[in-house]
């Protein structure tokens, strides 16, 4: 049966009871339709019984998301834009995913660190260790348990953006090539810890990716 938002995956058995909650990100290249499924997520940990915080980075917080409207908007240097995202992210982690997982909820989060390893260091070209030793600043120890990379060609992203005709922002203006590059990082990065990343092919009709996305959600609460 396939699954939807309105008829979850059958309840699981879930893993060995933990006192923190689940910490689940979303990534991909802008246009791989992360949003729809995003809340797909969302909405089946909570049909679950889950009690589940929905947010998204840059944002999350009320800095956050005056950061997230200059960096969405404003031109700036790259080692400016790495700054900003990690401020972004350090009020996040402090005043929200923090608290949420210690109180037992889940944390779904429209991106996280691997976006700056992805945007920032494979697209912009800054060196990956520099960007670690911020996260190691910002997020000691904290690391998402599951990533569910969504994942297209950057020529068909591109064609979809343009087909949705809304105004660019200025990440969506960069280049092909530069959206070629964030997604082999992101590739990469799942190679590198496959337990905790699942590769969707984004490259088909949104019902058949979000059976995918509930069905790798499901095997990671079965494990
Ligand atoms: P969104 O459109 O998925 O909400 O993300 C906003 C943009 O921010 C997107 O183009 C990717 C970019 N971004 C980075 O460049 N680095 C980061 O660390 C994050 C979280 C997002």
Request: hydrophobic share 40%; glycine share 6%; aromatic share 6%.
């Amino acid at each position: 049966m396939r699954a939807s938002a309105n008829s979850p995956v059958e309840a699981p058995v879930l893993k060995t009871p933990q006192s923190r909650g689940w910490f689940i990100t979303l990534e991909g290249i802008d246009g791989a339709g992360k949003s729809s499924q995003f809340s797909a997520v969302v909405e089946t940990l909570r049909g679950l019984g889950r009690a589940v915080v929905a947010t998204r980075e840059p944002g999350g917080t009320p800095l956050g998301e005056r950061l997230r409207e200059l960096l969405l908007s404003e031109p700036m240097s790259t080692s400016a834009e790495a700054l900003l995202v990690f401020a972004a992210r350090q009020e996040h982690v402090l005043h929200v995913i923090e608290p949420a997982l210690l109180r037992g909820q889940d944390v779904v989060c429209d991106r996280f660190t691997d976006a700056t390893l992805a945007y920032q260091g494979a697209g912009k070209g800054i060196p990956r260790d520099r960007l670690e030793a911020l996260a190691q600043w910002v997020h000691p120890g904290l690391e998402p348990d599951l990533t569910l990379l969504l994942d297209l060609p950057a020529e068909v992203a591109a064609q979809r953006m343009q087909a949705q005709g809304r105004t660019a922002d200025r990440f969506e203006r960069e280049p092909q090539e530069f959206f070629a590059r964030v997604r082999r990082e992101y590739l990469e990065l799942a190679r590198e810890q496959p337990r905790r990343w699942r590769v969707i092919d984004a490259n088909r009709d949104l019902e058949d990716v979000r059976e995918d996305v509930l069905q790798s959600l499901k095997s990671f609460l079965e494990a």
